[in-house]
């Protein structure tokens, strides 16, 4: 991971308490133990990438958002071409002249 140790354990944390969960149940859902759960929260480790994924999807959330840079990126304004493959979908962004679309990325 690219951030300092310690940025991603506490929003892991607030996460899993915000959706009611316990460390165990967070673990069980994610097929992981509850020590790692317990480590990443405490700022003792960083999660493999299997591990950041299973943790983000048993909890609703992307990597990014569970696990990215505190400071995100301003969004851009963009036109989409069609709509993305429902929420979450991806696109890909091309300037055209001054301004930028939005094209959906499938599969």
Known sequence: MTET????????????????????????????????????EAGHSDPSLRV?????????????ELFGPADLAPPVAAIPVAPPEGPGGRVLLAPVGDRFVALPLRG
Not at 52 to 64: I, K, N, P, S, Y
Request: proline letters at 2%; glycine letters at 12%; charged letters at 10%.
């Open 5 to 40: 140790t310690g940025t991603a354990g506490p929003r892991l944390r607030l996460a899993r308490q915000a959706r009611g969960f316990s460390q165990q149940q967070l673990a069980g859902m994610a097929g992981v133990s509850r020590q790692a759960v317990s480590a990443v």
């Open 52 to 64: 950041a994924f299973a943790l983000a999807q048993a909890l609703g959330m992307t990597v990014e």
